[in-house]
């Protein structure tokens, strides 16, 4: 038995030692020109934004969803769109913003609906990304609970990197490239593009259930917000109409959870199902027609809290 | 009287769990279709995983003691551990008293080769789960799920996609399974060698979940008189098998349906003695088959597939609109191309190392690369390619069985 245990533990130490070294030792180029390479210009403007200032924090919904500018010319202060992908999961991308939030800022908190029933809560290979090639220091934000979530992708991860990358290293015209952001932090490139056909939501099957923890997070979110003078607003993502349909059952579900434990919508998510028509290549990514239209929407949302004067 | 106890125990709480609710709502259906009311409760309960395969192992042990080919165990942990064998447990394959229990009765002793062996089966088996059928099962879910947004040809992929996903999802479970208990000295009866590489069906239903067929062959098929009292009783009993073995997968006329089409198949073999013609490895000694085997492998496969589509769709009526899109003149359009390339590099792969390896018990037996380090290098490729496919809630099919 001696030989069988020593072959197996060497063909084990050697599998480690590939996905390893693939993991630290073999950059992601394509990951860096990415979107996701976009979270440290997005720090940047966070930093030099000033305060008091509006962020926008969610995933590709608000990355593909939103015109920054014109908030900023109705309220008159600076903007921030931190979108970038929903697979960062809420809990990375809301706890990464919180060291930039100061005294007056008004943090408005979108992420998408799976969110709230599926495990992107903690974040999916996007986030593994973001951790062992773009932003490392985002590994101190971890908890052991989300490390557990994430830790069979991580091997996966540095499989990945493995293979035959063929991505343009710096395509300025790629819709989903670090480049595709403007300064305040919108995707604006596939604005003047044409839209393609979207992939519905399936139907809910009524066994999805809540996570909890998506909500009691989010009240805690909201108290750190709140600890450091500032204030939060839960905005509903824009959803495609068919896919709005499709998944009715489980968004009422949220809604009803979010009230339950006091951090309500700031409004109704039905106002925010939008024609599929309007969206560009997902169920939550918009067109800019879609982006005119929604952008509107969050800025009488957003005057109606009472939060401007 | 043990014995019909013992049998109407266990086949009760199979028929209680599995199948009541079918007969119950097929009934109210039944009688609501004469005009009359029925008051039938349906359970609201959770199936057992794996009731189906450990109701035949205590059938097969109390049959086998009542016709004495096995004494009684006289030991409850050797009993136990034989029906509740962990590497068959939730899927098969289906083991008989008579090979096992002797197996856990022995001592064991550790042997290099079988281990390593075990081992590599345990990974051909991964790799078929987790590359093939995995990979399979989105087009599959997609053109199932909506057969009227699809055009023929894209029809025809997903059930030819279903026939390799079924095949990796299941013999794969049946190659972990074999590997595992290889692993601790077992050896489990084998449940798959190469099916679609099976030139008509009679040799189908020999390679393809072979424990199950078996089964039903001894307890069943023998028991009803078999092959011995003439050719009707023969047909009467063949039919019988292939309607049980349908109805066995699950409580749906679907499964009906498949069991009667595979019948249907095979009654021609039978009439004309036939059944037996192809008991050898397919072109054996040679490197590829001649032209009469190819037609014989594809035109079985195509035959199988057709079967699948009543399988792997959820009512019947789903299945005639699957069938009748296919044969439409969307056929000869080009296909929906998205999911589908990685499926066949995929299914291509293990078409070409099964064939290679048709002769042995499973894919990986690599008797044939001598040098240790390609053997490990392979062996790391193949474990790579796995993590890298592996995708959570992707359960086995035969899980639900």
């Not at chain 2, 390799?164 to 692993?183: E, H, M, P």
């Not at chain 2, 009526?317 to 390339?341: E, M, N, W």
């Not at chain 2, 590099?345 to 690599?366: F, M, N, P, T």
Request: aromatic share 16%; with cysteine.
């Amino acid at each position: 038995m001696k030989p069988f245990v020593i072959n197996v533990l060497f063909l084990s130490g050697l599998l480690t030692a590939i996905l390893t070294a693939s993991l630290f030792g073999i950059p992601n180029i394509a990951a860096q020109h990415s979107l996701l390479g976009a979270l440290p210009d997005k720090h940047k403007m966070l930093m030099e934004a000033g305060s008091p200032k509006i962020v926008f924090v969610g995933g590709s919904n608000l990355s593909f969803g939103l015109e920054s500018k014109k908030i900023h010319e109705r309220f008159k202060r600076p903007v921030v769109n931190t979108g970038l992908h929903a697979g960062i999961g809420l809990r990375y991308f809301a706890t990464d913003v919180l060291p930039y939030i100061q005294d007056g800022d008004i943090v408005v908190l979108c992420p998408e609906y799976q969110h709230f029933y599926t495990d992107l809560f903690y974040g999916d290979m996007e986030l593994v990304s973001v951790l062992f090639d773009i932003f490392q220091d985002g590994r101190k934000h971890l908890s052991f609970e989300q490390w557990y979530n994430l830790i069979d992708l991580v091997p996966r991860y540095a499989i990945s990197k493995l293979k035959f990358q063929t991505r343009n290293e710096n395509n300025a015209t790629d819709v989903y490239s670090r480049k595709s952001f403007n300064t305040f932090g919108d995707a604006y490139l596939h604005w003047s593009r044409q839209r393609t056909k979207i992939e519905h939501a399936i139907p809910c099957t009524g066994k999805e259930v809540v996570n909890p923890k998506s909500i009691a997070f989010i009240r805690e979110f909201s108290q750190s917000v709140k600890s450091k003078g500032a204030s939060l607003c839960v905005l509903p993502p824009v959803y495609a109409a068919t896919s709005f349909n499709n998944q009715r059952i489980m968004i009422k579900s949220i809604e009803q959870e979010m009230n339950a434990y006091g951090v309500a919508f700031i409004t109704d998510p039905v106002r925010y199902k939008l024609a599929d028509t309007l969206f560009f290549n997902t169920n939550y990514h918009l067109t800019k027609k879609g982006v005119d239209m929604r952008t509107k929407m969050v800025m009488d949302d957003l005057q109606k809290t009472g939060l401007f004067h | 009287m043990w014995l019909i106890i013992s049998i109407v125990i266990n086949v009760g709480l199979l028929a209680y769990f599995k199948y009541y609710n079918f007969f119950a709502e097929s009934l109210i259906k039944l009688m609501a279709s004469v005009g009359i009311e029925t008051h039938l409760q349906v359970l609201n309960i959770v199936l057992p995983i794996g009731i189906s395969f450990y109701t035949f192992h205590g059938l097969s042990y109390v049959i086998d003691i009542y016709n004495k080919r096995i004494d009684p165990s006289e030991n409850l942990v050797n009993y136990s551990l034989f029906v509740s064998f962990f590497p068959l447990l939730v899927a098969g394959p289906i083991e008989r008293a008579t090979h096992l229990l002797p197996q856990i009765e022995q001592p064991r002793i550790f042997r290099y080769e079988k281990a390593v062996d075990g081992m590599r089966q345990m990974l051909w088996g991964f790799f078929k789960k987790i590359v093939v059928a995995d990979s399979c099962a989105t087009y599959v879910n997609m053109t199932f799920d909506n057969p009227t947004n699809h055009s023929g040809s894209t029809l025809l992929f997903g059930a030819i996609l279903f026939a390799f996903q079924i095949y990796g999802d299941f013999s794969g479970y049946s190659d972990i399974a074999l590997g595992t208990a290889r692993l601790f000295g077992f050896e489990l009866l084998n449940n798959f060698t190469f099916p679609y590489f099976s030139r008509d069906i009679a040799e189908f239903w020999r390679r393809w979940h072979i424990s199950l067929s078996s089964w039903f062959k001894d307890y069943v098929y023998f028991p009803l008189g078999g092959s011995r009292l003439g050719l009707l009783t023969s047909i009467r009993n063949t039919v019988i098998i292939f309607l049980i073995s349908g109805f066995w997968h699950g409580a749906n006329w679907t499964f009906v349906v498949w069991g009667l089409y595979h019948a249907l198949l095979f009654l021609p073999l039978l009439l004309f003695n036939i059944n037996h013609k192809h008991k050898d490895v397919v072109a054996t000694g040679l490197f590829l088959p001649n032209l009469k085997e190819w037609l014989q492998i594809i035109s079985t496969f195509f035959l199988v597939t057709i079967g699948w589509i009543f399988f792997r769709s959820s009512d019947l009526a789903g299945s005639f609109v699957y069938i009748k899109r296919i044969i439409s003149q969307s056929l000869f359009t080009i296909p929906l191309l998205d999911h589908l390339k990685m499926p066949l590099a995929y299914i291509s792969i293990c078409i070409v190392v099964e064939w290679l390896h048709r002769d042995k018990i499973h894919g990986l037996q690599i008797t044939r690369l001598k040098l240790q380090s390609v053997r490990w290098i392979l062996y790391l490729l193949l474990v790579m390619v796995c993590i890298a496919q592996f995708r959570h809630n992707q359960e086995f099919i035969y899980f639900q069985f």
